[in-house]
């Protein structure tokens, strides 16, 4: 993983050109980070990629609505930035752009806050968060709004932590993560906390304790989303 960041202090004049893939809310409000929240554009989005709606007549803020297949034959040579939240969906479709020979955007900081010695990857988005000093961030990591991540963690590739959400400690969150609004991961002892691949902390979720890859958690303290099931129904 290397750096590789538009921001405002190497913004050109003209900002470069990127192609979004999704037109959802998400892709909107990822769009007005990059183009308003710094100083400077970082990018200017130039079209949306939607696989259900492309090529209808839509567009947003004037960028329009396209299909994958007319992407592939007007724009692809112009970066994608896929913008979908479910990291198994992103992953999906990043593999989906380079194999169809297009190119994948360099990571965008609006308005963070990132220690100077973390290293990350490639296809990131890191909007008015803050990254502690020693991290290790993967490719295509989404650390949206307000969110935190301290000391010493290591992130892997295709992880989402949404906005207000919170990491803390020696803690290890391995691929394909998903880390809801308001969520805290704590890790209050000497010894490393691993979240597992493909889990999943609901929205408001506490967690203190390791957590197995593709668990399902939510609730405070964080319980597996079955157990919480059961207990509903019991009498």
Request: net charge negative.
């Amino acid at each position: 993983m290397g750096l590789s960041l538009f921001h405002c202090r190497s913004a050109a004049l003209s900002a470069p050109s990127v192609v979004f893939y999704g037109a959802s809310g998400y892709a909107n409000a990822i769009a007005d980070a990059i183009e308003f929240i710094n100083p400077v554009p970082l990018a200017t989005v130039v079209s949306y990629i939607d696989d259900f709606r492309g090529d209808e007549g839509l567009a947003i803020a004037d960028a329009p609505v396209i299909s994958f297949a007319t992407w592939r034959e007007t724009l692809v040579d112009v970066p994608v930035f896929v913008t979908v939240g479910d990291p198994d969906q992103r992953k999906e479709l990043v593999g989906r752009v380079s194999r169809a020979g297009g190119r994948l955007s360099p990571s965008f900081l609006a308005a963070a806050r990132v220690a100077n010695d973390v290293v990350y990857g490639k296809g990131g988005i890191y909007v008015c968060s803050s990254i502690g000093p020693n991290c290790v961030v993967g490719d295509h990591v989404h650390i949206l709004s307000l969110a935190a991540v301290g000391e010493g963690c290591t992130i892997g590739d295709f992880t989402t932590f949404c906005p207000s959400s919170t990491v803390w400690g020696k803690v290890v969150i391995e691929a394909g993560v998903f880390i809801g609004v308001g969520a805290r991961v704590v890790n209050e002892s000497d010894d490393v906390m691993t979240i597992g691949t493909g889990a999943y902390i609901g929205a408001g979720a506490v967690v203190t304790r390791s957590v197995l890859p593709g668990e399902r958690l939510a609730g405070n303290p964080a319980t597996d989303f079955r157990t919480l099931a059961q207990r509903r129904v019991q009498p």
